[in-house]
């Protein structure tokens, strides 16, 4: 590799180490957690289609 390819990774690297990846790191309240809860138990998941009958 060429030298500013490398020293782009490096960086790249440690940026994440100290910055993190852009979460909060904190829960979710409970009004968001409700919230999520109630998106989820009006939008169930699909069923699972059986690959044999396609």
Do not use: H
């Not at 852009?22 to 690959?51: C, F, M």
């Amino acid at each position: 590799m060429t030298r500013p390819i490398q020293y782009s990774i490096v960086l790249f690297a440690l940026t994440l180490v100290f910055v993190g990846c852009g979460g909060s790191g904190e829960p979710a309240t409970t009004g968001d957690q409700d919230e999520i809860t109630k998106w989820v138990e009006e939008n169930p998941a699909p069923a699972e289609v059986d690959p044999d009958s396609m």
